[in-house]
């Protein structure tokens, strides 16, 4: 009497007319009761069975077998719409969008997940390096590749994650140095000429980052607790398709219905088309003290400021309108120029700069420099996390709470260090 087989055991048979052998094992049922199975071929008994083995393996890990055949292109696009819309913030989304599209579906595009190598990996990276971008930028990319597969390990696609095997670039210059004191007194005296020059006052003593400044709102300013509320951060969302596809425009922010890529759970006011304000990096607001001569700047420059604002924005551009990153940056370079930190060239637009045009500070330079003059001032690190909003220090030492006072004096030291512009 032939051995019953357990569930799960499969069943292993020739086909004689074919010349080969067949594995077969349940992996479930279909809606409608029937069994749903898979099955493996192989030219001799002992190959087939040798498959078969592996397939049941593959059930016992990982609940079903891996589906072998799913593209880099297929899965990140599936990825992209199903992990990461739903959960990331818009800045965050876009950053992850361009890796993929720019850098990692370029190499892998057709390749299949599951028989990614080490090799393809590097030579993912090896790309961005190649095109002259920091190392900074390759270890981003390899992040987000690992990221990526990670996902596809835990949704069965592939048997591990082969980019946690590869060691990610090297450290190197990744281009966000802290502006030297002597550059930061020239940039404060050259912004003290301009209308909303108090904004780059804000970028530099406070750490602001870009979409905090630009998305700032005017009930961020307190005068009577001489404190800053930074509560929101300007954005730029992307758009899906809200018809299905039916309205026959190529661009999702052409369709008539279309909708804004948000996550769920994240509190956002639309400005003006992609453009909104989204809660600050850290998910949560954060407030530091003003000091007098800052709070002195923001006033006069609120009482100076009488174009429109339907958005209730700090600092918009003359039509009321928000100011978008790139306007930013181009105002920020201009300020350098200005306070003679960088040349013509380096004033340029990135795409527009000659070749062997050193590399321009950008507005991420002034974050960082309020950060590292705190610390040679003395400041302790939990103190400079909680003014210019590091998550990092606040999660390794989250116990720890900060009184308001000791922020308060951390800021009038950077005030008394930079004193020099005011005389300037």
Known sequence: MPKKRNHGDGGLYELKSR???RGVVDVGFHPDGRRKQRSVTAKTQKEAR???EELKKQIQEYGAPLDKSVTVEAWAEKWLREVCEPTMKPSALKGYTSAVNRWILPALRKKRVSALTPSDIRSVTLAVTDAGRAV???QKVHAVLSSMLEAARLDGVCAKNVAADVTPPGTGENGRDALETEVALKVLHAALQRPDGVRWWYAI???MRQGERTGATLDSVDLNTHEFTVQW???EVGFRHGCDGSCGKKRAGSCPSRKLIVAPNLTYRQLDGRLCIVRPKSGKPRTFPLIEAL????VDYLKSATHPNPHGLIWR?????PITAEQDQAEWRAVLLSAGVISEDQALPPKERPEGTPETPTTHFARHTTATVLMELGV???IIGEIVGHAAVTTTRRYQHVRFAEARKAMEALGTHFQKALNG
């Open 380 to 382: 302790d690190a939990k």
């Open 233 to 235: 951060s300007l954005t």
């Open 205 to 207: 003593l406070t750490g």
């Open 50 to 52: 040798a498959k078969l």
């Open 19 to 21: 010349g080969l052998w």
């Open 295 to 298: 709070e002195k700047m923001t």
């Open 136 to 138: 900074s930028s390759a």
């Open 317 to 321: 551009n003359q039509d009321g309108s």
